[in-house]
Every structure is written in C-alpha cells, then in structure tokens.
Nanobody
Framework: QVQLVESGGGLVQAGDSLTLSCAAS????????MGWFRQAPGKEREFVAR????????YYADSVKGRFTIFSDSAKSTVYLRMNSLKPEDTAVYYC?????????????????WGQGTQVTVSS
C-alpha cells in the first residue's frame, strides 16, 4: 500500500497564494503518477493536476492552468501544488492520489490510493 498525507491547506484571501504538500510512504515504487483533486461543497470531486515522479510530464485542468503549478521532489517522495491568484471558487477539500498508470490520467477511478484531504478556503 501507499500512504499519502496532505498538508498546507488554510484560509486565505482572494489573490493570495498557497502551497499544498503531499508526502508519500509505503510501497511508493508502485506509484508512477501523482494527482491532485478537489471537492467543493455540494459538488463532485474534480481533477486539478497530475505529474509523474520525474517531473517531466504535467497536466492541468483548464480551470487552474496558468495559476497552479504541480511539482515533485522524488528524493522526498513529496508532491506539491503551488496555487497562485486564488479565487473563492477554488475553495474545496484538496486530495492527492496516486496511480501506477504512467499516462495522463484525469479520472479519479484510475487512482488507487488517496490522502485524507486538506481544506482550502478562499475568502472574497
């Protein structure tokens, strides 16, 4: 199994920045891709961004492209999500997840292991 622990969430104002972290442990050799998802109140969980552990391949949802950056530190088995120019509509619980798929995977059904989530609240 792979254990994932997110951190870095909080309450910020619109326009602020925040960086989330996701530390992986356990059978990390089975993990090829890391993804960030989010779930706003009353909405379904949605894909935000993904990266392979080497950092050579990233992919973003259109809603965050240009504002969010996903990057990885394979030596620390940690993936980050840098969020700039935050908007109230970015308010959600953010989850990291991992899959052994090496391709660009945006469906949550393809991700096997999940973290517990971290709350991000953006006030207007």
């Amino acid at each position: 199994q792979v254990q994932l622990v997110e951190s870095g969430g909080g309450l910020v104002q619109a326009g602020d920045s925040l960086t989330l972290s996701c530390a992986a442990s356990g059978r990390t050799f089975s993990s090829r891709t890391m993804g960030w998802f989010r779930q706003a109140p009353g909405k379904e969980r949605e894909f935000v961004a993904r990266i392979n552990w080497s950092g050579s391949s990233t992919y973003y949802a259109d809603s965050v492209k240009g504002r969010f950056t996903i990057f990885s530190d394979s030596a620390k088995s940690t993936v980050y999500l840098r969020m700039n120019s935050l908007k109230p509509e970015d308010t959600a619980v953010y989850y990291c997840a991992t899959t052994n798929r090496g391709t660009i995977v945006t469906s949550e059904n393809e991700y096997r292991y999940w973290g517990q989530g971290t709350q991000v609240t953006v006030s207007s």
